[in-house]
């Protein structure tokens, strides 16, 4: 296994509720990176959290929030659920300064928005 | 935008023969990645080759970079089935705190 889990690993959700995704980095990384997976597509960079704090974001809205713990977990949590917000969610996490020697993801947790 | 964008979309090849996908992006970058996913699971870091290098090889995988045309390719030589999957490139901006995923090649190896 690649060292990174994530929980749940299926969710369904009505629109405008809330939700928080959870990511267990590997022992060791701590820069941990979001993103956001529809079908058919590419990942797409939510944002990135490096020792607790928030050091890049993608054109997501304020209504998707992180957190970063000093045990190397973090949470994703979207906040007013909608339609297009259904997507697979995948945490990635790396070494120290970014991912210059390549993430190691989780297998994801995948978001049904009803 | 940043992101990498892979040609061709999709590829259907037999066992044994080779494939190659490309990618391409757009602004100057510090490295670039390749990865794999199988069947909209986590995706599977591959290969990673800096901006001052021009080939990489891993097993069966060889990996080529032109930065003066903003293109990298990947190669799976005598492919299997289980290679059957989705591959995607990775660029940074020229920073490490953001990467850009393509839409992928998806790749289907024919027994």
């Known amino acids: 296994e690649t060292g990174v889990t994530q929980s749940p690993t299926h969710l369904i959700k009505t629109r405008g509720q809330q939700v928080t995704l959870r990511c267990s980095s590997q022992?060791?990384?701590?820069?941990v990176s979001w993103y956001q997976q529809a079908l058919g597509q590419g990942p797409q960079f939510i944002f990135q959290?490096?020792?607790?704090?928030?050091?890049g974001r993608g054109n997501f809205p304020p209504r998707f929030s992180g957190l970063q713990f000093p045990n190397y977990s973090s949470e994703l949590n979207v906040n007013a659920l909608e339609l297009d917000d259904s997507a697979l969610y995948l945490c990635?996490?790396?070494?120290?300064?970014?991912?210059?020697?390549?993430?190691?993801f989780g297998s994801g947790t995948r978001l049904t928005v009803v | 935008s940043q992101q990498g964008e892979e040609d061709p979309q999709a590829l259907s090849i037999q066992e044994g023969e080779n494939a190659t996908m490309n990618c391409s992006y757009k602004t100057s970058i510090n490295n670039l990645q390749w990865y794999r996913q199988n069947s909209g699971r986590g995706l599977v870091h591959l290969i990673l080759?800096?901006?001052?290098?021009r080939e990489k090889h891993s097993g069966r995988l060889r990996v080529t970079l032109d930065t003066s045309k903003k293109s990298s390719s990947l190669l799976i030589t005598a492919s299997r089935a289980a290679d059957t999957a989705s591959y995607f490139c990775?660029?940074?901006?020229?920073?490490?705190?953001?990467?850009?995923f393509g839409s992928g090649t998806k790749l289907n190896v024919k027994p």
């Open positions: 990775a660029t940074d901006d020229g920073n490490f705190n953001k990467f850009y």
């Open positions: 022992s060791g990384h701590n820069t």
């Open positions: 990635a996490s790396s070494l120290e300064g970014g991912p210059i020697y390549g993430y190691t």
């Open positions: 959290y490096y020792r607790e704090e928030e050091n």
């Open positions: 080759i800096r901006s001052n290098e």
